[in-house]
């Protein structure tokens, strides 16, 4: 399974919402489930589900389905970077 499709299945549970939602085009407060309060337990969430640490300065980028999935690919090429190195 591909990362984008991960994130949407790990969003769908998270938010409790149903399938049908055009998660491309979501973001905070497009949905009532998805709250200024939410986003931090989602973005706590986000790092243990994906094994990543968001910093403050990449809070901005969390704010809607393609941000997040934009830092998870960046984040993920950075380890794939280390590893490699290693």
Do not use: Y
Not at 6 to 15: E, G, Q, V
């Amino acid at each position: 399974m591909d990362l984008s499709n991960s994130l949407k299945i790990f969003l769908m549970n998270f938010f409790n919402e149903p399938e049908q939602i055009d998660w491309n085009n979501m973001g905070i407060n497009m949905i009532s489930a998805w709250d200024s309060l939410r986003h931090i337990e989602l973005l706590m969430a986000l790092e243990s589900e994906f094994s990543i640490k968001v910093t403050s300065t990449e809070v901005d980028q969390t704010k809607t389905f393609k941000g997040i999935l934009n830092l998870l690919l960046n984040k993920n090429n950075v380890k794939s970077n280390n590893s490699s190195m290693n």
